[in-house]
């Protein structure tokens, strides 16, 4: 449970930096007091359904998207995840990952 709230508030945290807004804004947007919303983003509470909606709304967001935070997990986890997509992979796409990866060097 606790990985849950967690992952819900650093994904809430993530979208809303990308969105270029600052909790202090943010959390005045949705209407609650920018404490609450740390709390939220630092996964020490959940916020309420309906709280949730208001977030969702409030990042022209569905709430499902908030649920998407595998990339949140522990680096050594992904590695393994990471390494284990590429064995499976075929030559071609394992070459275009590889040119991808690359880029970022």
Same mark, same amino acid.
Request: glycine share 4%; proline share 2%.
């Given at each position: 449970? /606790? ?14 930096? +990308? ?45 499902? +998207? ?35 990866? /690359?880029?970022?060097?």
């Amino acid at each position: 449970m /606790q990985n849950t709230k967690k992952y819900l508030g650093a994904r809430i945290q993530e979208i809303r930096k +990308l969105k270029g807004l600052k909790q202090n804004e943010f959390a005045e947007l949705v209407g609650i007091d920018s404490k609450h919303m740390s709390k939220i983003e630092c996964g020490r509470c959940f916020p309420s359904f309906e709280l949730l909606d208001k977030i969702a709304q409030s990042l022209n967001t569905p709430v499902a +998207l908030f649920l998407e935070n595998d990339h949140l997990e522990d680096r050594e986890i992904l590695t393994q995840k990471l390494i284990s997509d590429l064995q499976k992979m075929s030559d071609e796409k394992f070459r275009q990952i590889y040119r991808i990866v /690359q880029t970022f060097n």
